[in-house]
């Protein structure tokens, strides 16, 4: 890197720290700190909530996913629009109704304390793991394309956040959101208006995106109904559903981002225009990785793009082997290059040959298996290590292709998505430890300083536990996808209890208590037997589907416990 590129990252990252403190210092009371005063306009609800999601993985690792499965995954989205008009008009009223500082504070008042700190728990477990990953992810990825020393990445991306999130509360997080959408949005445009400039001149934006349905990365909607397939319009619409329900309906560091509205119809607002974007946003990122795979065409490409596995091979047994299928690649790369160029040419004068088409198919087939076959010796030479370099991909456009200046612009766009998230999620799980753990087993009166207090304090604690989470590590198969994977087993459950809280007026405490338990240990089976023994593609359940099952589990097994138990505390309206 330049030092230009340098210079940027650093007043890039060290603007927005210091723009969170000064704006937010001193934070007075619990409803200023954790909830901003509800002044909250619905455009910044909408960018905060956008920004709360759109974490450094999404910007790493979507593009990859994009490269090596095309645009399929959009259809992960697909239930989003819906989950947003649903939470508007069912969760949104009644969380301003009962003036709660969380979403689980509902479920005391619905059904009982265990049941509130049984969600509180599962939420702060599984967005514990998400919040370490929002640092570990692009901290491994740079350290290994840079050279960083990983452990001090993750404690400088971590000590930064903490620093303006333990100074300003949710304000710092919302009015922070800002600023770091635009450097977000203004990296990822250039990137791609970048590439698509550095196709062959004879390439048009419409030839490449021939060239990439040649290569089956144009299949965006796919109908068919196996479960095994993790993306398709079915699983998007069920389970892609119920996980953005219970992810904007009852995660507390989406909850806490609307919460913080002006009133029912700002915090409305701002879910809506999120609901608006968020798709087509995600359809911009996944196209852009596809740009970076046509342009990848024309150009010479490493056997693996994980630095690490040419380390490993080049210290093993397996370094010539190695060496032989380098060599095939680069032949069927270079042949690839040609008869790509022969069908842009043939397109440029409006007939598609259809033998040329078959074969590109043909040896990007190939390159999959030879790409394959090199995992296999990387997984030989040290089983330790995850093969998969998809998370790679785009980091290895950025830093090898992009001019000075630039460089350092999208690096400060990945550095911006990871503040962002991880910020959201450290004022999320101090909220909730505050609110529904810390300040229900209080037994003495506490003033509102010692509440703030105490909130900044768990702020600190969750801080230091997701950066010794993130320095612990390990790279998954995709993250983008282990963010989800994470998410979905504990998802459908909490949904499943706030669905029975406002739709199942007679199941009570007990029944939805121990249904939420038995269906959150059948969803760990589930998630065990049918998805994490099998290899990556071979599993039999998408993941997605745990959002769905979960969330019926919990629905169908309380309201048959409810016939059982014949217990009938208060219960209110809602």
């Not at 690792?61 to 399929?72: E, I, K, L, V």
């Not at 990365?217 to 892609?240: A, E, L």
């Not at 042949?335 to 043909?362: C, F, G």
């Amino acid at each position: 890197m330049q030092q230009i590129d340098w210079i940027v990252i650093v007043l890039t990252i060290f603007f927005i720290v210091i723009y969170g403190v000064w704006k937010t210092k001193g934070s007075k009371n619990v409803n200023e700190y954790i909830l901003g005063n509800n002044e909250t306009p619905w455009y910044t609800v909408g960018i905060s909530v956008m920004a709360t999601q759109a974490s450094a993985i999404t910007f790493l690792s979507t593009p990859g996913q994009a490269f090596n499965d095309g645009m399929g995954f959009v259809q992960f989205y697909f239930g989003l629009p819906i989950a947003m008009v649903i939470i508007c008009y069912t969760f949104i009223p009644i969380y301003h109704k009962l003036k709660v500082f969380t979403a689980y504070e509902y479920l005391e008042k619905r059904f009982d304390l265990k049941t509130r700190s049984l969600a509180a728990i599962l939420f702060l477990v599984q967005r514990g793991l998400g919040t370490g990953l929002t640092i570990y992810a692009p901290s491994i990825i740079l350290s290994s394309i840079l050279g960083w020393n990983l452990t001090q990445m993750n404690i400088i991306i971590g000590t930064l956040v903490i620093v303006y999130t333990f100074s300003g509360g949710t304000k710092a997080v919302n009015v922070t959101h800002k600023q770091q959408m635009f450097i977000i949005m203004l990296g990822m445009f250039t990137a791609f208006y970048l590439i698509v400039s550095g196709l062959p001149e004879n390439i048009s934006f419409t030839n490449a995106l021939q060239i990439a349905g040649a290569n089956d990365k144009m299949n965006i909607i796919d109908f068919s109904v196996d479960p095994k397939n993790r993306y398709t319009f079915w699983s998007g619409i069920t389970g892609g559903l119920f996980l953005m329900l219970s992810y904007f309906g009852t995660d507390q560091s989406q909850v806490q981002r609307y919460l913080s509205g002006k009133s029912i119809r700002e915090s409305q607002m701002g879910l809506l225009f999120n609901g608006l974007l968020k798709v087509p946003m995600q359809f911009f990122i996944l196209l852009t990785g596809v740009m970076v795979y046509v342009f990848f065409q024309f150009q010479t490409l490493p056997l693996n793009f994980n630095p690490n596995s040419k380390v490993i091979i080049e210290n093993s047994a397996y370094k010539n082997d190695y060496k032989v299928l380098e060599s095939k690649l680069a032949n069927v790369l270079e042949e690839k290059k040609q008869v790509t160029i022969d069908y842009a040419n043939q397109l440029n004068i409006d007939v598609e040959n259809p033998v040329l088409k078959r074969r590109i198919s043909a040896l990007s087939e190939k390159e999959k298996s030879i790409r394959d076959q090199a995992k296999e010796l990387i997984s030989k030479a040290d089983n330790k290590d995850k093969t998969n370099d998809a998370d790679y991909i785009f980091i290895h456009y950025i830093i090898t292709y992009l001019p000075k200046g630039l460089v350092g612009l999208l690096l400060a766009v990945i550095l911006c998505a990871a503040m962002s998230s991880t910020a959201s999620g450290l004022n999320a799980l101090a909220s909730t430890t505050v609110i529904d753990i810390y300040k229900r087993n209080v037994k003495e009166e506490k003033n509102e300083k010692h509440f703030v207090s105490a909130t900044k304090m768990f702020t600190v604690m969750w801080g230091v536990v997701a950066i010794l989470f993130a320095c612990v590590g390990t790279l998954f198969e995709n993250l983008i996808q282990l963010v989800n994977i994470i998410g979905s087993i504990f998802y459908g459950t909490v949904l499943g209890i706030f669905l029975v809280g406002f739709y199942i007026k007679f199941v009570k405490a007990k029944a939805i208590l121990w249904g939420a338990v038995i269906s959150q240990t059948t969803i760990f089976f589930i998630y065990y037997f049918a998805i994490h023994i099998y290899p990556s593609g071979q599993e039999k359940l998408g993941y997605l589907w745990l959002n769905f099952i979960g969330a019926m589990l919990t629905v169908v097994i309380s309201s048959l416990l409810q016939t059982i138990f014949k217990e009938d505390p208060e219960t209110i309206e809602a």
